[in-house]
Every structure is written in C-alpha cells, then in structure tokens.
C-alpha cells in the first residue's frame, strides 16, 4: 500500500538542470519529513536534501547547497528537487525517504557530455 515512486532521472550535460519529483500514496504525507538520498556506484547511500512536514526547515548535503532545491506539494503528495549546475559527482541513483520509514526505488541521473 505505502509507494515512494520517483521520476525526473535522465542524462544531463554538465552545467545543466533536472526536476526530480516523488509521488508518495498509502501514508500520511502532509505530517510527514520528506528526504532525498543518492547512492553512487561503490559508495555509501548519502543525505542529500529534507523537508519538514510545512515546509519551514529544510536541510541540505554541504555537497549541494546553493545548487539544488527541495520542495513539497502536500495537496499532491509530491516532494520535489530541483537540481541545478550539475557535474559529474552527481551522478548516482536519487532516492525518496520518508520519515515514516519508507524508501523509494530510486532514479536515476547521470551527468556526462
């Protein structure tokens, strides 16, 4: 019942912009902190971004500050990051987490000429 489903992943240039967005269903999203992790090839999974229930903390990796931006539509059970400037480091599988538990599958982005 409870789905983390992300989309927006795909190949950038460097330099360039995605939108990640998280489709959450079978949990209470709007009372809920919202997280973005990524997991490169033979490292660690790592915190990239969180968002408080309303919106009024948000949290970033030192990584990506500056860069990319977390948001969320609690009407649409969305959470969003928008990345910008992106390079080669970024690459990795994006993953939304909620602070109930659960994980998404992950997307995805890969930053290459």
């Known amino acids: 019942q409870v789905q983390l489903v992300e989309s927006g992943g795909g190949l950038v240039q460097p330099g360039g912009s995605l939108r990640l967005s998280c489709a959450a269903s079978?949990?209470?999203?709007?009372?809920?902190?919202m997280s973005w992790y990524r997991q490169a090839p033979g490292k660690e999974r790592e915190f990239v971004a969180g968002?408080?229930?309303?919106?009024?903390?948000?949290d970033y990796a030192d990584s990506v500050k500056g860069r990319f931006t977390i948001s969320r539509d609690n009407a649409m059970k969305r959470v969003y990051l928008q990345m910008n400037s992106l390079n080669a480091e970024d690459t990795a599988v994006y993953i939304c987490?909620?602070?109930?538990?659960?994980w998404g599958q992950g997307t995805q982005v890969t930053v290459s000429s």
């Open positions: 079978g949990f209470t999203f709007s009372t809920s902190t």
């Open positions: 968002m408080s229930s309303t919106g009024s903390i948000t």
């Open positions: 987490y909620s602070s109930r538990g659960y």
